[in-house]
Antibody, heavy 118, light 107 residues
Framework: QVQLVQSGAEVKKPGSSVKVSCKTS????????ISWVRQAPAQGLEWMGA????????KNAQKFEGRLTITADESTSTAYMDLKSLTSDDTAVYFC???????????WGQGTLVTVSS | DIQMTQSPSSLSASVGDRVTIACRPS??????LNWYQQKPGKAPKLLIY???SLQSGVPSRFSGSTSGTDFTLTISTLQPEDFATYYC?????????FGQGTKLEIK
């Protein structure tokens, strides 16, 4: 079955960076985009950006330009989300999700809680 | 960016009720509209894609429809496991955007 397994919870200081991984199995990794979606406490869902592994091309929401780097390692079927210059506003659960043909998200990771606190 | 406005933001209903949730995009998105259900502490689950197509494995009491540029999610007969938060999402263009969510609570 399709699985997206994310790395564990992180606690970070303001101004630092965090890197979250998302390992995919049970499905072809390279051809479908992997998106990152975050959810602040008691808030809604926010799309951050995505990568199509086979093209090594990522696209970020403008809000995160300059702070967000999304990469993919085809050899391990793993996508990564690297967010720098963290503030308390970045405290959220971060999800990876595999994009379907129509830009919908059928398969999701379990989520990774990132807490930014001094 | 395309703004997605959901209504209502919260809804109280009873088991067996029929409920509808609306989603209005700030511009035309064709049928590039998806609906998700999210329960506390869990990832969202895709219910409806392309406005009206039922995702495999999702009960048939869930349906999606379009009226003009507006979209609707309908749950025909509420079951206890349906109490959750629902989100619409446009996949017409990036950045993909979600509605603010509708929390469905037990009356």
């Amino acid at each position: 079955q399709v699985q997206l397994v994310q790395s564990g919870a992180e606690v970070k200081k303001p101004g630092s960076s965090v890197k979250v991984s998302c390992k995919t199995s049970g499905v072809t990794f390279s051809t479908n985009a992997i998106s990152w979606v975050r959810q602040a406490p008691a808030q809604g869902l926010e799309w951050m950006g995505a990568i199509v592994p086979i093209f090594h091309k990522s696209k970020n929401a403008q809000k995160f330009e300059g702070r967000l780097t999304i990469t993919a390692d085809e050899s391990t079927s793993t996508a990564y989300m690297d967010l720098k210059s963290l503030t308390s506003d970045d405290t959220a659960v971060y999800f990876c999700a595999r994009e379907g043909a129509g830009g919908n998200f059928v398969h999701w990771g379990q989520g990774t809680l990132v807490t930014v606190s001094s | 960016d395309i703004q997605m406005t959901q209504s209502p933001s919260s809804l109280s209903a009873s088991v067996g009720d029929r409920v509808t949730i609306a989603c209005r995009p700030s511009q035309s998105i064709g049928t590039n509209l998806n609906w998700y259900q999210q329960k506390p502490g869990k990832a969202p689950k895709l219910l409806i894609y392309a406005a009206s197509s039922l995702q495999s494995g999702v009960p048939s009491r869930f349906s999606g429809s379009t009226s003009g540029t507006d979209f609707t999610l309908t749950i025909s007969t509420l079951q206890p496991e349906d109490f959750a938060t629902y989100y619409c999402q446009q996949s017409y263009s990036t950045p993909y955007t979600f509605g603010q969510g509708t929390k469905l609570e037990i009356k």
